[in-house]
């Protein structure tokens, strides 16, 4: 096994744990908008949980990517599909921020609708779906 695997073994692993938390805790802001008074402290309880192991995640996620650009900095070269997954990964880390500030909104009481948190929850999928293609298919 040489390094470059490794690394981006573990690259892929933390990228799955940090999606992970991106499309789960979402839904736990559905869950905390439905839930009885008395549970929404547990529920917000996961929530922070969730998005501290979600940031690490994150983390090393992008650490490890880094490490792979720096092993074979030949990928920057490689087309404008590597150009557009990196502001794919920008958008997430905003993402990733966004849901932390929904954290403290929803403790402090202030709800967006069920809908908004609906819709909200997709962005994740697609935007790993899209990252995911353009890291395998390489289309430009």
């Known amino acids: 096994m040489n ?4 690394v981006l073994a573990f690259h892929v692993i933390f990228i799955a744990t940090w999606m992970i938390m991106l499309v789960y805790l979402p ?7 439905n ?3 008395d549970a929404q402290a547990t529920i917000a309880l996961q929530e922070s949980i969730l998005y501290k192991v979600g940031t690490v995640a994150m983390i090393f996620s992008i650490k490890f990517g880094l490490i792979l650009l720096y092993l074979n900095p030949y990928l920057l070269k490689s087309g ?8 794919l ?3 997430m880390v905003v ?6 500030r929904f ?5 402090s009481g202030a ?3 069920l809908l908004f948190y609906r819709v909200f929850r997709v962005i994740p999928e697609i935007t790993t779906s899209i990252i995911i293609l353009l890291t395998i298919i390489k289309p430009f």
Request: glycine share 2%; proline share 3%.
């Open 3 to 6: 390094t470059y695997s490794l």
């Open 27 to 33: 839904k736990l802001f559905v869950y905390h908008i």
């Open 35 to 37: 839930a009885p008074h």
């Open 80 to 87: 404008g599909w590597l150009h557009l997954k990196l502001a």
């Open 89 to 91: 990964v920008t958008l």
């Open 95 to 100: 993402y990733h921020f966004t849901c932390k």
């Open 103 to 107: 954290i403290a909104q929803l403790a």
């Open 111 to 113: 709800l967006k609708s």
